[in-house]
C-alpha cells in the first residue's frame, strides 16, 4: 500500500512547527538519539511481540516533501520560506537501529532508536509510533489468541470489523506474524503471502430454494475444498443433516462445517456426535462469532469438538486493549562532539524515561535455551560479558541476581546507516517462523493470561548512575520561589 502513496505528511501538525523552529534556532544543527519504547504489555500479558518494522523502512526509504506539500505548508503562514526551501531538498540521513520482527519485547526497553539531525529524527515520530503501534498490538493479540487454541488452526476473519483499509491489511500482516494460519482479507494474500480463506455467508445459503440446494452447488463448483455454514436455519435439525447429506452424494475431497452462533460447546458436541455416526470422521469443524482467547481457553475446557477457529473483530481490534501505547522520547542531545543525556521526569515513576545512546542484551541459558533476563546498557558497553553477570532491579536495587552459564544476544541491529538501508527484511513466512521459535524461549510462567511472571529488564550499572545523577540534578529546586 505504501508505494501508492507519498506519506510524508502523515505526521502530527507539531512535527512540523517544531522543524520550523528547530531549523531557525540555535540547535538547528544538533545531533539527536530517540528512543521508542512501551509502558505496558496489552492485556496484563506477559510480553508482546514487535511488528511494523518493514513498513517503517518503506517509509524512511521514500521520506521527501512533494510541491504539493510545500505549497499546502505555505499556505499556513507560519513557516519560513528558508525552512520550505531546507523540505524541498530533503533527504534521510539518519541512523537506525530496531528488535527484528517477531521478537518478544518488554516494557521500557527500546525497540527501535534513531540517531542523526535533530530535525529528521524529531519528525518520523509519528508514522515510526502509529505503525508498530498498531501491528505489535495486533501480533500480540494474535499470539495470545493462537496460544488459547492449543494448536488448532486460528484464521483472522476481522476485515469488515476494522478501523480502515490499512488497519485490516496489515492487521491481517500482524496477525500472520502473531501465528494466525491466514486470513479473509485477500489483499493480505495478494501483497504479503497470508493464506486466504473463506467459504460462504448466510447469503448463499439464503439465496438458494432451499439449504440443501446451496450445499449440493457449493460442494460441486468446490469439490476440493466443501466447508458449509450450517447455522443459518438450525444447526442440529436443518444444517448438519442437509449437510451430511450433500457430502455423502458429492464425496468433497475434503469437507468441513462451519458454526457462527449458537453454544459452541454443545453445538459442536452434538455435531461431532452425529458426523461420526454417520461415518465422516474426517469431516472438520470450524467455529466463528466474536471470539477471543477467552472465549477460545473455556469452550475447549468445556470439551468443544473444534478442528479451528475464525476470529475477527476481538482480534483486528484488539478489542479487550485497543491501545498499544509505545512512546518515541529523546534520550539525547550531540552539540559539537558532546553527548548530552536527555530524560523526562515525572511524578509518575512508569513515566521517567531512561537516558542516553543504549543498546539492550537479551540472555539466553545455554542449557534450556530460555530467556533469563534482558539488560538495557549504554551503547559503549558492548559484549563480550564476563562468566559472571550480576543484574538489578533498577526500582528495588537490593534485588540482585547473577546469571551464569548464558549468551548475551544483542537485540536491536542496524536497519539504517546514514540514510541507507543496510537491513533487508525478511519475507513473512521467516518473520513467522521466527515469532513462534522465541515464543518457545520464554518460560511457561511468562505465558499464562492471568498474573504471568514479570521479565527481567534491567539497567546497566553504568546506565543506572547516569539515570539517578540525572534525576538528582533536576530534583534540586530552589527552596524559595
Known sequence: MLDKYNLTMLTDFYELTMANGYFRSEVRDYEACFDMFFRKVPDHGGYAIMAGLEQVIEYLKSLSFTEEDIAYLRTKGIFSEEFLDYLKDFKFTCDVWAV????????HEPILTVTGPLIQTQFIETFVLLTINHQSLIATKASRVVRAAQGRPVMEFGSRRAQGASAAIYGARAAYIGGCAGTACAIADRDYGVSALGTMAHSWVQTFSSEYEAFKEYTRIYPDNAVLLIDTY???????????????EMKPAKMGVRIDSGDISY????????????????????????LDEWLIRDVILEGAKIDAFGVGERLITAKSEPVFGGVYKLAAIEDNGVIVPKMKISENVEKITNPGFKRVYRFFDNDTG????DLIALHEESAPFKDVVEIFDPNAIWKRKRLTNFTAKDLLVKVFDKGECVYESPDLETIRDYCRSQIETLWS????????????????????NMKHELLGKFSEFPEEL
Not at 100 to 107: A, N, Q, R
Not at 234 to 248: D, E, H, M, Q
Not at 445 to 453: C, S
Request: a neutral charge; proline letters at 7%.
Open 445 to 464: 510462567e511468562m505465558l499464562r493470561f492471568e498474573n504471568p511472571q514479570t521479565y527481567y529488564v534491567d539497567l546497566s550499572k553504568k546506565l543506572w
Open 234 to 248: 438450525n444447526v442440529l435439525k436443518s444444517g448438519l443433516p442437509n449437510a451430511i447429506k450433500v457430502f455423502k
Open 267 to 290: 453445538l459442536t458436541k452434538k455435531t461431532r456426535e452425529v458426523l461420526d455416526e454417520n461415518g465422516l470422521e474426517d469431516c472438520d469443524i470450524l467455529v466463528s462469532n466474536s
Open 100 to 107: 527484528p520482527e517477531g521478537t518478544p519485547i518488554f516494557p
Open 370 to 373: 530460555k530467556v533469563m533476563a
